[in-house]
Structures are given as C-alpha cells and as structure tokens.
C-alpha cells in the first residue's frame, strides 16, 4: 500500500512539474532603477493580462512585490507590451492574452544592497485545456554600486 501511495505521490509531483508553461526571469535596469519581470510562454499556451476582466474567467497576470527596507515601489508593476484582444472558447468571453513573452517594470527607488522578492500570480491555457493557477516566487540581489 505504502509503495503505491509514493508511486502516485511521485507521479503527481512529475505531471505538476511538466505543466510549468512558462519560464520567469526577475532583472533589473540599474540606470532606470526599474525590476523587469520577463517571461517566456511555451508555444501554443497563452497567458492572461491584468486587462483581463475579472469576470470574464480566467486568472490575469498578478504580480506583488514583497516589502523591503532596501527599497521602495513607485506604483505597481506594468504590462510592457500590447496584449492581444482574444475570444476564449474555455470561458466563452473575451480576454487579452500574451502568446510567446511577457514584460512588466516596476520602479523603485533603491537605498541600500538588498534582495527583491517577489510573487507572480497567473494561469495559463490552449486551445483545449487551462491549467490551474500558479503562485511562482522570484528573487534577485540588488546592489547600488
């Protein structure tokens, strides 16, 4: 009993991590003193925009930063790019959606060496399917010099 309960626990585990849609990676523009938040959509998935309405369905994009003494926000994190206007058979509603990448900035002020964490929020689908939503924690060191 107890090796069939692993077995399904470890293929559980196996199908979660292969559902990972989307690749993040946190940077940070030292002279625009501005967090990057790039990602890259795995062809045939699509991601949901904060312009998404909230009763249309789907889970937006959502980014929070965690607070920090080395740091402050100016406003909240921004969509880069244009999200594209798309009718979604899985929630029969228009949503806006990014296909292939993602950028959001945010600004802040830097006063000392520190780490910005932070906590993006999102969901992903394709023509057939969506996936559950996704909580994903990103790090990076920050140095003012």
Avoid at 9 to 17: A, C, E, F, M, R
Avoid at 96 to 115: G, H, V
Avoid at 139 to 145: G, M, P, R, V
Wanted: charged share 25%; proline share 3%.
């Amino acid at each position: 009993m107890l090796k069939i309960l692993l077995s399904l626990l470890i293929l559980g585990v196996s199908i979660s991590y292969g559902q990972n849609k989307v690749k993040w990676v946190l940077d940070f523009d030292k002279n625009r003193s501005t967090l990057q938040l790039k990602g890259e959509i795995e062809n045939g998935w699509h991601l949901y925009s904060s312009m998404t309405p909230v009763e249309a369905g789907p889970i937006p994009v959502e980014v929070e930063t965690k607070k920090s003494k080395g740091f402050r926000t100016k406003g909240e994190f921004v969509e880069k790019y244009d999200a594209v206007k798309y009718f979604d058979v899985n929630f029969d509603s228009d949503v806006f959606i990014f296909e292939q990448n993602y950028l959001a900035e945010q600004n802040i002020k830097l006063k000392k060496d520190c780490s910005a964490n932070i906590t993006v929020t999102y969901m992903v689908c394709n023509e057939e399917m969506c996936l559950p939503p996704i909580d994903e924690v990103l790090s990076i060191k920050l140095n003012t010099k």
